[in-house]
């Protein structure tokens, strides 16, 4: 870079970036020791032996001139501009995304899965597949293949769609069997969730204020 140039990017960060010199340091010394440290990979040590500096008054400069620089994203760099669904370019075509394709094909997880998706765990689970929730290698694949067998429609990939559906049952599983232990907290067979009273809550979500907002959290 020629001081021409080097004078022309001070001018720019000053009047539109709005940097200022400090009492000590003025804008070239601020510039200089910024365009160092990231164009030579100076280190603060080096530049404090070159400059004279202590590393603070080096680390300062470095980030006034890096902050004046981030107020320039709006001249320095370009605004995106839509790419209209008519465009003939090729380069583009690849990045089209219909967003009304069907679930299936995005592997989104649907509520209705999980009657089969049990029926899959329960009968690996007497297979011994699975041991106190523990999985053995290649469960999640065998689970796709029996998925597709049971929901064909469904698209569902071992990874991580299955495997999250599973950590997010399992996860309720053992909430709610944990609650059930706590005095005061019962189970409705009709609606087949937990119930307690008012008092109840308030003293467990006083308690356990991270189960309760992981519970309110858990979407199934």
Known sequence: MNRTLFRRFCEVLIVEGGLKKTRNVDIDEMVYTFL?????NEKNRTLQLNLRRSGETISRSIHRVLKAVIRLNNLLMKKPVPIPNNCTNSRWKHFKVNFYASKAEYNFWDTAHDGPFLECLLELTERGFITNG?????????IQKMMEKKVPECGLKAKPTIQNRY???KHWFHSTVMMRGLSGFGWDPVQECINADKAV??????????????ILMTNI
């Not at 160092?36 to 030579?40: D, E, G, K, L």
């Not at 979500?205 to 991270?210: E, L, R, T």
């Open 167 to 169: 950590k997010k049952l």
């Open 134 to 142: 523990t999985c053995k290698n290649g469960v999640f694949k065998q």
């Open 201 to 214: 809550w308030d003293v467990f979500i006083a308690v356990c204020p991270v189960i309760y907002v992981l």
């Open 36 to 40: 160092r440290t990231i164009s030579h």
